[in-house]
């Protein structure tokens, strides 16, 4: 079945320690997002790319960074410079040519601890 | 950014009803989009609305868009617990396939 995947579920960061979120996807899908959501908030973009050694911010790019150097992934990394990362992080692509929304995975929940 | 405006923030009603919920939002669109999201999970596409269309139906599920008012509307039909979940209207407006998102409305079913 094509899909999503991100892991893991529960990460749990301790202060001053970068992290890695996973995201990888199987439609064949070119543009890839990552969104931060907190509790009982609407979602707000990190990073996304378009094309595989491409990327742009998103409206909260400080303190993360990416990258695309194969098509299926695009992992996110919580660095020790981002002050509040305890989020809910999703990770979502989409079709450029024909454009029928979004897929998301189901999300990684980042504690620190 | 945040474009779009869901209203109520919070909804509450029996099994059997019908919920509405609506989205507003600011500059024009190519389309609009609604989306589920089950607590603690990914958020799930139900459907997409273009520019140039006034309704659509999927299910149980019945959007509408007036492009002249900048709204939306979401109606779920005979609705069932498992309709709980927090909605999500999104909108794409530019060439890159990047959608705004509203802060969602939380729909409780109350069996």
């Known amino acids: 079945d094509g899909g999503i995947t991100q892991s893991p579920k529960y990460l749990f960061r301790k202060e001053g320690q970068n992290v890695t979120l996973s995201c990888e996807q199987n439609l064949n899908h070119d543009a890839m997002y990552w969104y931060r959501q907190d509790p009982g908030q609407g979602l707000r973009l990190i990073y996304y790319?378009?094309?595989?050694?491409?990327?742009q911010k998103g409206d909260i790019a400080e303190g993360y960074s990416v990258s695309r150097e194969k098509k299926e992934s695009f992992p996110l990394t919580v660095t020790s410079a981002q002050k509040n990362p305890t989020a809910f992080y999703l990770c979502?692509?989409?079709?450029?040519?024909?454009?029928?929304?979004?897929?998301f995975g189901s999300g990684t929940r980042l504690t620190v601890v | 950014s945040q474009q779009g405006e869901e209203d109520p923030q919070a909804l509450s009603i029996q099994e059997g009803e019908n919920a509405t919920m609506n989205c507003s939002y600011k500059?024009?669109?190519?389309?609009l989009q609604w989306y589920r999201q089950n607590s603690g999970r990914g958020l799930v596409h139900l459907i997409l609305?273009?520019?140039n269309e006034r309704e659509k139906h999927s299910g149980r599920l019945r959007v509408t868009l007036d492009t002249s008012k900048k709204s939306s509307s979401l109606l779920i039909t005979a609705s069932r617990a498992a309709d709980t979940a927090s909605y999500f209207c999104?909108?794409?407006?530019?060439?890159?396939?990047?959608?705004?998102w509203g802060a969602g409305t939380k729909l409780i079913i109350k069996p």
């Open positions: 609305i273009r520019s």
């Open positions: 979502a692509s989409s079709g450029v040519g024909t454009f029928d929304g979004y897929t």
């Open positions: 999104a909108t794409e407006s530019g060439s890159n396939y990047q959608l705004i």
């Open positions: 790319s378009q094309i595989v050694n491409d990327f």
């Open positions: 500059t024009s669109i190519n389309n």
